[in-house]
């Protein structure tokens, strides 16, 4: 079993920027790969990014690429999700996941264990 903690949302203007972090602990050596999604009420849960660890890959969606950045410690138990120029439309609950399985995904279904989330809220 792996537990993540999500920390770092809050309220930030259009523009600024906010650093999630996400911890691991129990069997964090099982994972593969760290995805963070985000969701507003209502709606699914969205995929923004993951770091694939065995090869340091990083996958973006366009809605946030260029602005966030996925990253790991070297210890690969805390995770990282630098949010830059801010906007409105950013503004949701942002999870992370874990996954222990082989290669990537951007599908929530496909991740095997989940943070509860940490809330962000951009101002306009």
């Known amino acids: 079993q792996v537990q993540l903690v999500e920390s770092g949302g809050g309220l930030v203007q259009a523009g600024g920027a906010l650093r999630l972090s996400c911890a691991a602990s129990?069997?964090?050596?099982?994972?593969?790969?760290v995805g963070w999604f985000r969701q507003v009420p209502g709606k699914e849960r969205t995929w923004l990014a993951t770091?694939?660890?065995?090869?340091?890959?990083?996958y973006y969606s366009d809605s946030v690429k260029g602005r966030f950045t996925v990253s790991a410690n070297d210890d690969k138990k805390t995770f990282f999700l630098q949010m830059n120029d801010l906007k409105a439309e950013d503004t949701a609950k942002y999870y992370c996941?874990?996954?222990?399985?082989?290669?990537?995904?951007?599908?929530?279904?496909?991740?095997?264990?989940w943070g509860r989330g940490t809330q962000v809220t951009v101002s306009s």
């Open positions: 996941a874990a996954r222990s399985g082989g290669g990537w995904s951007e599908k929530a279904m496909q991740y095997d264990y």
């Open positions: 129990g069997q964090s050596w099982d994972i593969e790969s």
């Open positions: 770091i694939q660890m065995s090869y340091g890959t990083m």
